[in-house]
């Protein structure tokens, strides 16, 4: 997968700011189409800050976006996740947009033979949602 120096897109100053914070994009051309916070020993709480700051300074971005932390941390993830101040986006609360995947699952679509060739949809077998 190729790596840039530096992002393809055309967002006001603060919202490039609060884009280069996060931990992992997945581009497709010029546009984010999902964005990672890897929260192994930061609290997941600033993960999802940066996640709703996206959406608050982009309310009308479609894009997916993805907490990763290990499997002990999940049930803390998920409770997050459904955080009152989260459920009052403009739009859509943050956990209609904003999945966990375990370091496991990530690990088990890493052995995905040609992983290279599938589209991010592959994402949604590994995804759990904040009921």
Not at 51 to 79: F, G, T, Y
Not at 115 to 123: E, G, K, P
């Amino acid at each position: 997968m190729p790596l840039l120096d530096r992002l393809p897109l055309s967002y006001n100053e603060v919202t490039n700011k609060t884009i280069e914070q996060i931990d992992v994009l997945w581009l497709r051309g010029r546009s984010i189409v999902r964005a990672f916070e890897v929260e192994h020993t930061t609290a997941v709480y600033s993960g999802l800050l940066r996640m709703a700051d996206l959406l608050a300074l982009q309310p009308n971005m479609e894009i997916r976006l993805h907490i990763v932390a290990p499997s002990e941390r999940r049930s803390k993830v998920l409770q997050e996740i459904r955080r009152p101040v989260f459920e009052r986006l403009e739009g859509r609360p943050l956990a209609a947009r904003c999945t966990y995947i375990s370091y496991e699952k990530l690990q088990d679509l890493h052995r995905i033979p040609h992983l290279a060739h599938l589209s991010d949809t592959v994402l949604s077998e590994y995804e759990e949602r904040a009921q």
